[in-house]
Antibody
Framework: EVQLVESGGGLVQPGRSLRLSCAAS????????MHWVRQIPGKGLEWVSG????????GYADSVKGRFTISRDNAKNSLYLQMNSLRPEDTAFYFC?????????????WGRGILVTVFS | SSELTQPPSVSVSPGQTASITCSGD??????VYWYQQKPGQSPVQVIY???KRPSGIPERFSASNSGNTATLTISGTQAVDEADYYC??????????FGTGTKVTVL
């Protein structure tokens, strides 16, 4: 069974940094692309960032480009999101999601999400 | 940038058919995926590659994609199908789009 468990969320002031982690199990992590998707409470889904299975390609939404960095450690079955220069509008639930392919396609499994709150 | 537009809400009586549209420029030329999200839960994929159902998704969920519109159809809608539904497609190789979301209410 695929399991994705996010950690590292919490309260942070504007301009500060936070690093999210996602621990994956139940599948061959190094064969699939991975993504971060966020959702402001009560609002819709927004793709944040994705990384291919071999880390050769990383992509970002315009809203986070230059501030967020996605990475992965295939030896540790882990996905990360380094979030710098956080803004109040980054407040959201952040989901770790598994792609169905090594490149970018769709999100066939999701974590439970973790809340990031940016406030002054 | 491109957008995927969905109706904010759809109401359906139990046992009837619910149809949710997703509109976007040349959407029929892309693969479209659909996700169901119930309150307080993570999204669950219900359709992939336009019209395929993942293992465990009931047959009452079907979908199509042509022209500028993709459609998710729930036949014989049940109370458990009450949820938010989102379409998803790639605008380019690097821009993932989600639809605006549709709340399905089973009256």
């Amino acid at each position: 069974e695929v399991q994705l468990v996010e950690s590292g969320g919490g309260l942070v002031q504007p301009g500060r940094s936070l690093r999210l982690s996602c621990a994956a199990s139940g599948f061959k992590f190094d064969e699939y692309a991975m993504h971060w998707v966020r959702q402001i409470p009560g609002k819709g889904l927004e793709w944040v960032s994705g990384i291919t299975w071999n880390s050769h390609f990383r992509g970002y939404a315009d809203s986070v480009k230059g501030r967020f960095t996605i990475s992965r450690d295939n030896a540790k079955n882990s996905l990360y999101l380094q979030m710098n220069s956080l803004r109040p509008e980054d407040t959201a639930f952040y989901f770790c999601a598994k792609d169905s392919f090594g490149g970018w396609s769709d999100f066939d499994s999701w974590g439970r999400g973790i809340l990031v709150t940016v406030f002054s | 940038s491109s957008e995927l537009t969905q109706p904010p809400s759809v109401s359906v009586s139990p046992g009837q058919t619910a149809s949710i549209t997703c509109s976007g420029d040349k959407l029929g030329e892309k693969y479209v995926y659909w996700y169901q999200q119930k309150p307080g839960q993570s999204p669950v994929q219900v359709i992939y590659q336009n019209n395929k159902r993942p293992s465990g998704i009931p047959e009452r969920f079907s979908a199509s994609n042509s022209g500028n519109t993709a459609t998710l159809t729930i036949s014989g809608t049940q109370a458990v199908d009450e949820a938010d539904y989102y379409c998803q497609a790639w605008d380019s190789s690097t821009a993932c789009l989600f639809g605006t979301g549709t709340k399905v209410t089973v009256l």
